[in-house]
């Protein structure tokens, strides 16, 4: 019963920011690569940001300098602060486990239900 819960999205106008919080349960979350992923209407899933166990990320070329992501271990939390919003940053947010240090979707199983995020120009 793997369980990824995100929050934090909201609707914020262009250079706004927004944190957003991934709870997860049921796994040995330590053990597993985190990401979040992004899907705008009628467009396909897109990589954001991955870390290991240990604080290594990735991040997508369209956010560095702007997202950061980070995990607390102990709560079992993943977080994404994104900083300087721009409207084509408007999309669904997704959380994600993984066994692969990846931006690739195809590399996680298991999704939380995902937390929208509007930004308006």
């Known amino acids: 019963q793997v369980q990824l819960v995100e929050s934090g999205g909201g609707s914020v106008q262009a250079e706004g920011s927004l944190r957003l919080s991934c709870v997860a349960s049921?796994?040995?979350?330590?053990?597993?690569?985190m990401g979040w992923f992004r899907q705008a209407p009628g467009k396909g899933r897109e990589g954001v940001a991955v870390?290991?166990?240990?604080?290594?990320?990735i991040l997508a070329d369209a956010v560095k300098g702007r997202f950061t992501i980070s995990r607390d271990n102990a709560k079992n939390t993943l977080y994404l602060q994104m900083n300087n919003l721009a409207p084509e940053d408007t999309a669904m947010y997704f959380c994600?486990?993984?066994?692969?240090?990846?931006?690739?979707?195809?590399?996680?199983?298991?999704w939380g239900q995902g937390t929208q995020v509007s930004v308006s120009s």
């Open positions: 994600a486990d993984g066994r692969v240090h990846g931006l690739r979707p195809d590399h996680f199983t298991y």
């Open positions: 049921g796994f040995t979350y330590n053990n597993y690569y």
């Open positions: 870390i290991d166990s240990v604080g290594e990320a």
